[in-house]
């Protein structure tokens, strides 16, 4: 009797089924959904490029692969959209290239990749110039070796130098010059600023500071170039580059005094003068006579000023001047020409180089004394100074 009736049930289950299934029959057509899609397409780009150009150019011309999107369905398209294309003329500093890909349903992607074009930095086989060469045309530079040095020795070449000079200069009070304040390291002259353990008192002045006074042991005459790079302190006191003649090497007339500043700053501006308050981001360049024995011999000065980027502090510059006669001096700042003078007398007396820190008048100690700074912020560095003459090619 059990088995009947589940044999029976099973029939009936079975028709069901069926007339459930046959119901579900209609004339209406089964529409699919949409695929959509949904993967973003892919794009690589180059590899950053990396381009040096000669000093006297300022644009390179790059070439490169153009990157081509791909994607899981045909149709994608690639285009440029920032930077310059292959082939183009790519000026000094960092062009950033962006390629994008899209898809036929409207996904992206994009990649990007640098061109970097800098300038050759100063050669050891000529003066540091960019975009025009001021050598004359069938002449050549040579270094005059007595006047120049890499600073990449120990300690201080004394045939070409002397740390401090008590009998020329012992310092503008309260900055007495200390041999203690010159060092050699890293292949830089390091000039540091200090405060004095303790005041001194020397030929009736006060001194509380410590600075620095390097002159060459050589003299010279016109016709020359000067250039130094030089990273200034950020002290009140100065960071320097300059020439000047001894007055008591002259007779008659010639017993004068001639200087040649070629680059004069402080890194910390404490006075309120308005003519000081770019002291520590401009090349600030005088041409000097005084002391003159001869009424007929002119006094006075003559300069130029000349903004740079940022501090005097925050990076090393090129700071050069060019004698090129009695009557004219030219001034370079990171090897462009920013600057012509008339010395105010004849420039025609040999002077000696000058690499000083030293305290002003004009910019007092500040509270505090001014000297709360690291050693590395107190020091006037030097990576090297050159001297130039021209010869026959």
Known sequence: MFKYKFAC?????????LLNCSGSDSNEDVKEDPVIDTINPSINC???INVSIDNFSTIAVVTYTEPTGTDNVAGATTKQIAGLQSGDDYPIGTTTNTFEVTDAAGNKANCSFNVTVTQNGPSEDMPFFVETNYTPNGKKWTKVDS???EFNGNALDEVKWKNTDPNQWIGRPPGLFKKNTVSIADGNLRLTADELPAPEVVNGHNFTHAGSYIT????????????????????FMSSTFWLINKRNEGTGCDRRTTEFDIQECVGEITTTANWAQSFNSSMHSNTHSRNNDCPETPTGS?????????KTYDDYHVYAGW???PTEVELFLDGKKVGTVTPPSSFDLPMYMKLVVETYDW?????GGGMNGSIEERTTSYDWVRTWKLEDE
């Open 46 to 48: 180059p590899v950053d």
């Open 9 to 17: 049930f099973s029939c009936f289950a079975l028709s069901f089924l």
């Open 302 to 310: 003559n300069g130029n000023s000349e903004s740079i980027t940022g």
């Open 147 to 149: 006047m120049s040095d």
């Open 323 to 325: 004698w090129k006669n």
């Open 216 to 235: 060459s042991t050589t003299s010279i005459g016109p016709g020359h170039y000067f250039e130094c790079k030089m990273k200034s302190s950020q002290t």
């Open 363 to 367: 910019n007092p100690v500040p509270n």
